[in-house]
């Protein structure tokens, strides 16, 4: 009985339909695999902001209090209102790298025990957006270091550490996934935006703090 073998040439022809169909298929995985982790890291942020919203409703309609001179975060009251504290941790990021219980930041007009109704845009104020790996702070401020110059972008920056860091640019994610990120609102809805769509259609710093508002607070505020 003669058995018939494969020729190089077959072989080469096999190996480089595989090596076509790999190509094909291996960024249709690469996408699956970043939709997917868009979709959790938007999850999250949605029960946040239901998280928050709970909180608020039980608290005279006030947010979380972030007190670092305490050593006490906006993100310790939620806890009682969510399922798990896993929520607070972002597929988009690897969380084993920092000490900091949440992979995302409360926007600071949230962050000091403030009136959720007091906003006229809740729909468009951003309240959530994703951390910087680099970064191990939970907060971001929305408004000039002077308290002045809001159309001015370089204002929105203070000394962290003795280096001065730009809160937009050095704590928030803004390409998370495929150039943007998602983003949790006043209103609990979450979205995603590429970083330039926060801040347009309306003054600066657009989404960020839409009302221009600047929360005020006794404690020292280091950051």
């Not at 190509?23 to 239901?50: E, H």
């Not at 209102?81 to 219980?101: E, G, H, M, W």
């Not at 704590?171 to 998370?176: L, S, T, Y």
């Amino acid at each position: 009985m003669h058995c018939r073998a494969f020729t190089l040439i077959e072989l080469l022809v096999v190996i480089a339909i595989i090596a076509i169909l790999a190509a094909i298929l291996f960024p249709v995985f690469a996408q699956a695999k970043v939709a997917a982790k868009k979709t959790q890291d938007l999850s999250n942020i949605k029960q946040i902001g239901l998280a928050i919203q709970m909180y608020a409703a039980d608290n005279d309609d006030r947010s979380m209090e972030k007190n670092e001179p305490e050593d006490y975060d906006w993100f310790e009251p939620l806890y009682p209102y969510v399922k798990s504290r896993q929520i607070f941790r972002s597929p988009a990021l690897n969380s084993a790298q920092t000490d900091l219980p949440t992979d995302y930041l409360i926007n600071g007009v949230y962050a000091h025990s403030v009136s959720l109704t007091q906003f006229s845009e809740p729909s468009n104020q951003v309240m959530i957006a994703l951390r910087t790996q680099e970064t191990e702070d939970s907060d971001y401020h929305p408004w000039p270091e002077d308290e002045l110059s809001w159309d001015d972008p370089a204002a929105y920056a203070g000394e962290h550490e003795g280096e001065v860091e730009n809160w937009f640019d050095e704590r928030i994610f803004q390409r998370a996934f495929t150039e943007g990120a998602n983003y949790g609102f006043g209103d609990t809805h979450a979205k995603f935006h590429r970083f330039a769509q926060t801040l347009a259609n309306r003054p600066y710093p657009g989404m960020h703090n839409v009302d221009r508002f600047i929360p005020a607070y006794e404690h020292d505020h280091e950051d």
